[in-house]
């Protein structure tokens, strides 16, 4: 929890103990306090009573009227009082390449799969009805490309290039199945840490309605699947604004994702549900991919697996890569110019706070090949690409 609770002071020194002592010592002294004696007996489950609502009742109560330390249930109540509300998760998105039969129809809602092997299958189903309709190849057969989403939310709808091959129920009409590339922007519910985080945000700066670069942001977080948003103003004249989004595992937002986030800014069907000043032009993009490449020799905490250490420094870099792209000031996001960095000490230090790691050779660090901090334009988003470690 990023903020440490401690115990009011009145709440301190409340053992079973000590408020027994208390208890007896209220008594009169002319009458037998000793263990096992009756006042003793009679006066002890008080004690007890007492110093477990002191001691955890009381405490876990102010915990929940502050959003600080709330979390589930009580933590969504401060977010309703506030206007917002838990992030569901979001389901994976992506194409997939049908090869059948001319004039075979994949029905919206038709499933597909990718094969189970350690795990199960995940399932996508298409997003709208594709007839197979274009030139057949040398064998009769025809090519179409199926937009499919991921039957559950979460990252585990997430999958590599050509994995997605099967079909739940095949049809003889349909020969071939393949994602080209990897489905993306599957995400789990928003965890209490990061609504705590938006709810706080409200409370600390308050709601705007202007437009501001704060307003874009706030509202893109609030659409299931966004991690972060940078705003460039008038990017393209007075009155035009640009929205870059980073879906929550950290790479650049999908299609999907960014027709949510404008359809829930602007309403293009209902413009009484608006939240864009009028006569704004909003245009929503994922940022250009900054590759980043890794290398670095550690030393293993022990027991533990270097596959599993190496993927807790990919979640925390992500988690790095947000922050180090959500410092801009307003005049150099206008001018276009680098403003940012990722900051080669705090690669090394979120290196040196991952999980499992013992230690590592300082000299051994590269990042891009170099040592030096590395620039972030606007419009660009770092993506962690490879990461090489020897133990």
Same mark, same amino acid.
């Given at each position: 929890?990023?903020?440490?609770?401690?115990?009011?002071?009145?709440?301190?020194?409340?053992?079973?103990?000590?408020?027994?002592?208390?208890?007896?010592?209220?008594?009169?002294?002319?009458?037998?306090?000793?263990?096992?004696?009756?006042?003793?007996?009679?006066?002890?489950?008080?004690?007890?009573?007492?110093?477990?609502?002191?001691?955890?009742?009381?405490?876990?109560?102010?915990?929940?009227?502050?959003?600080?330390?709330?979390?589930?249930?009580?933590?969504?109540?401060?977010?309703?009082?506030?206007?917002?509300?838990?992030?569901?998760?979001?389901?994976?998105?992506?194409?997939?390449?049908?090869?059948?039969?001319?004039?075979?129809?994949?029905?919206?809602?038709?499933?597909?799969?990718?094969?189970?092997?350690?795990?199960?299958?995940?399932?996508?189903?298409?997003?709208?009805?594709?007839?197979?309709?274009?030139?057949?190849?040398?064998?009769?057969?025809?090519?179409?490309?199926?937009?499919?989403?991921?039957?559950?939310?979460?990252?585990?709808?997430?999958? &590599?290039?050509?994995?997605?091959?099967?079909?739940?129920?095949?049809?003889?009409?349909?020969?071939?199945?393949?994602?080209?590339?990897?489905?993306?922007?599957?995400? &789990?519910?928003?965890?209490?840490?990061?609504?705590?985080?938006?709810?706080?945000?409200?409370?600390?700066?308050?709601?705007?309605?202007?437009?501001?670069?704060?307003?874009?942001?706030?509202?893109?977080?609030?659409?299931?699947?966004?991690?972060?948003?940078?705003?460039?103003?008038?990017?393209?004249? &007075?009155?035009?604004?640009?929205?870059?989004?980073?879906?929550?595992?950290?790479?650049?937002?999908?299609?999907?994702?960014?027709?949510?986030?404008?359809?829930?800014?602007?309403?293009?069907?209902?413009?009484?549900?608006?939240?864009?000043?009028?006569?704004?032009?909003?245009?929503?993009?994922?940022?250009?991919?900054?590759?980043?490449?890794?290398?670095?020799?550690?030393?293993?905490?022990?027991?533990?697996?270097?596959?599993?250490?190496?993927?807790?420094?990919?979640?925390?870099?992500?988690?790095?890569?947000?922050?180090?792209?959500?410092?801009?000031?307003?005049?150099?996001?206008?001018?276009?110019?680098?403003?940012?960095?990722?900051?080669?000490?705090?690669?090394?230090?979120?290196?040196?706070?991952?999980?499992?790691?013992?230690?590592?050779?300082?000299?051994?660090?590269?990042?891009?090949?170099?040592?030096?901090?590395?620039?972030?334009?606007?419009?660009?988003? &770092?993506?962690?690409?490879?990461?090489?470690?020897?133990?």
């Amino acid at each position: 929890m990023p903020y440490p609770y401690t115990p009011p002071e009145f709440l301190e020194n409340q053992t079973v103990e000590a408020i027994h002592r208390r208890m007896l010592g209220a008594l009169p002294d002319d009458i037998d306090k000793s263990e096992l004696g009756i006042p003793w007996d009679f006066t002890r489950p008080a004690a007890e009573e007492k110093a477990e609502f002191v001691g955890f009742e009381l405490n876990e109560t102010i915990k929940i009227i502050f959003p600080h330390w709330a979390d589930g249930r009580w933590l969504d109540r401060h977010a309703e009082m506030e206007g917002l509300s838990r992030r569901p998760a979001n389901r994976a998105f992506g194409t997939l390449e049908v090869t059948g039969r001319p004039g075979v129809t994949v029905a919206q809602g038709f499933q597909f799969a990718t094969p189970a092997n350690l795990t199960a299958s995940v399932i996508f189903e298409a997003t709208e009805e594709i007839v197979l309709d274009g030139e057949p190849d040398g064998t009769g057969q025809v090519a179409g490309v199926v937009p499919v989403r991921a039957v559950e939310g979460g990252r585990g709808g997430n999958v &590599p290039p050509d994995s997605v091959i099967l079909m739940v129920r095949p049809d003889a009409g349909i020969t071939y199945i393949t994602n080209p590339e990897a489905t993306t922007g599957g995400a &789990p519910e928003e965890t209490d840490d990061e609504l705590r985080e938006r709810v706080l945000d409200m409370i600390r700066y308050g709601i705007s309605w202007t437009g501001c670069d704060a307003d874009y942001v706030r509202w893109a977080k609030e659409v299931p699947g966004v991690g972060q948003a940078v705003t460039q103003a008038e990017w393209a004249g &007075p009155g035009t604004v640009r929205l870059f989004v980073i879906d929550a595992n950290g790479l650049p937002a999908n299609q999907q994702i960014l027709d949510a986030v404008y359809v829930h800014i602007i309403h293009p069907e209902d413009r009484m549900q608006r939240k864009a000043p009028i006569g704004a032009t909003l245009t929503v993009a994922a940022p250009e991919p900054l590759y980043v490449d890794i290398a670095a020799t550690i030393l293993l905490q022990e027991d533990e697996n270097l596959d599993a250490v190496i993927d807790r420094f990919r979640g925390n870099l992500n988690n790095y890569w947000l922050e180090a792209t959500s410092e801009n000031s307003l005049f150099e996001i206008q001018s276009g110019a680098a403003q940012n960095f990722i900051k080669f000490v705090f690669v090394a230090a979120t290196l040196a706070n991952t999980l499992g790691v013992a230690n590592y050779i300082p000299r051994s660090l590269l990042v891009n090949g170099g040592r030096d901090d590395i620039p972030i334009s606007i419009g660009r988003f &770092p993506v962690t690409r490879e990461v090489v470690m020897i133990e």
